[in-house]
């Protein structure tokens, strides 16, 4: 069997650049969690890993769904790269002001809130002020497959930080400080892209011009994609959140190590479908056998893939884990490997999105999301009381189940999951 087809030989490549980063950024960020929970305790995590929830979310709604659609944009007409760099980095810009000053509200008014994680909200506005530049020049180096030069640039960011961040840990330094240095992180990834694109020659920031008559084409194509992604968000981190105000900082810090982890392994199906999507853009409108053929791949590729990732994990659970993070943290174990069933459908959910950009219909993805997000907060209410970070885990791999079924039913009407069902026999009849 051709593992490498030819005709993805290059979007191959940009996946290992891709996955390479990812893999270092993961690796690198396991061991700075593992620093900060068994030096600082899990009530510090939990301090940690809720801020970081919060500000997850208001990422996600200041991005307004236009990564996809914006390389989509840049693949098909690249002549016009400043204009469109230039209006969503504007749209971006409008929206996330507003988004801070919401969540600055939150931090005046909410008596709930410690003072550690106070000061880590007003931190990481850092990285959200700094997110319309990065995401908009990196979306500049994927729709010209140039995945090598920004991934270079992010490795040594993050390297760098995170070496600083373990180092301020064993020094003695608190949550806090550990958090500026975070922060400083994606200042340095930042200037790290725009030396990347500046070195291909790309359209520096200077040089965007913003378009007021296609803000509005671009809001009302992205509006669905950002819905969808806010609900998607929204059920991911909802467990941690209702963690927090059902239970405690110490609950929250034993249980947010479990996504932490699964959030972290979503550099792989990231790396396959974002280093196919050009491909995909360009194939749905010119030849649908190669467009469904490199469907079928990639979704082969991600479910093997995330059957490798369960058995790691579970070896790694029973053997490893509290050698790692220590034994306060038994019963995360439990709480891990409950998560493990809900990977299959977290790694298929990043081909569903790519897809419904393909096809233009983000309404139905937001549909489906929004209906998954109710039952995220039905099946959270219910089970976290009841069974804490179990039940969180629960509730989310029904969710995660039900909604990815859901997209590829409603995608082409269950044309492209039959294929996938006869995965074996259908792959011949593609090629």
Not at 56 to 67: I, K, M, T, Y
Not at 216 to 245: D, E, K, N, V, W
Request: a positive charge.
């Amino acid at each position: 069997m051709n593992l490498v087809p030819k005709r993805l030989s290059k979007s191959t490549s940009g996946a290992l650049w891709i996955f390479s980063e990812r893999v270092l950024s993961s690796a690198l960020n396991l061991l700075c969690i593992a620093a900060i929970t068994r030096i600082l305790g899990p009530a510090a995590y939990g301090h940690w890993a809720f801020t970081l929830s919060v500000i997850g979310v208001l990422l996600v709604a200041g991005d307004l769904g236009l990564e996809g659609l914006l390389i989509k944009k840049l693949v098909e007409t690249p002549e016009r790269s400043t204009r469109l760099l230039g209006t969503v980095f504007a749209l971006k810009v409008i929206v996330y002001l507003p988004a801070i000053a919401a969540v600055l509200l939150f931090i005046w008014t909410s008596g709930s809130l410690s003072s550690e994680e106070r000061s880590l909200f007003y931190i990481f506005m850092i990285p959200v002020i700094l997110s319309p530049l990065t995401s908009s020049l990196l979306a500049w180096t994927n729709s010209v497959s140039a995945f090598h030069n920004a991934a270079r640039m992010r490795m040594i960011s993050n390297a760098l930080g995170s070496i600083t961040k373990i180092y301020a840990v064993f020094a003695g330094f608190g949550i806090v400080q550990v958090g500026w240095i975070h922060a400083g992180m994606f200042v340095l990834e930042a200037a790290g892209v725009l030396l990347a694109v500046r070195l291909l020659g790309g359209p520096m920031p200077w040089t965007w011009r913003p378009e007021a008559g296609s803000m509005r084409p671009l809001l009302a194509q992205s509006s669905y994609l950002f819905s969808a992604t806010i609900f998607f968000t929204l059920y991911l981190g909802l467990g941690t959140i209702m963690m927090r105000f059902f239970h405690g900082p110490y609950e929250v810090g034993t249980y947010a190590l479990v996504p932490q982890i699964n959030q972290g392994l979503q550099f792989i199906p990231y790396a396959l479908t974002l280093a196919v999507f050009p491909d995909l853009v360009n194939s749905f409108s010119s030849d649908k056998d190669r467009f469904y053929s490199t469907i079928l791949f990639i979704s082969k590729r991600l479910i093997f893939s995330s059957i490798f990732i369960i058995l790691f994990l579970l070896i790694f659970s029973l053997f490893v884990f509290e050698n790692i993070f220590g034994k306060k943290y038994y019963e995360t174990v439990n709480i891990m490997i409950l998560s493990l069933t809900s990977l299959p459908f977290l790694f298929l959910r990043q081909l569903t999105t790519k897809l419904y950009i393909c096809i233009n219909n983000g309404r139905e993805l937001a549909i489906i999301e929004f209906i998954g997000l109710l039952l995220a907060v039905a099946l959270n209410f219910i089970m976290v009381p009841l069974y804490g970070g179990s039940g969180a885990v629960i509730a989310l791999s029904i969710v995660s189940a039900f909604t990815v079924i859901l997209s590829f039913i409603f995608f082409d009407r269950g044309h492209f999951l039959r294929r996938l069902v006869g995965i074996g026999k259908s792959a011949d009849n593609a090629e």
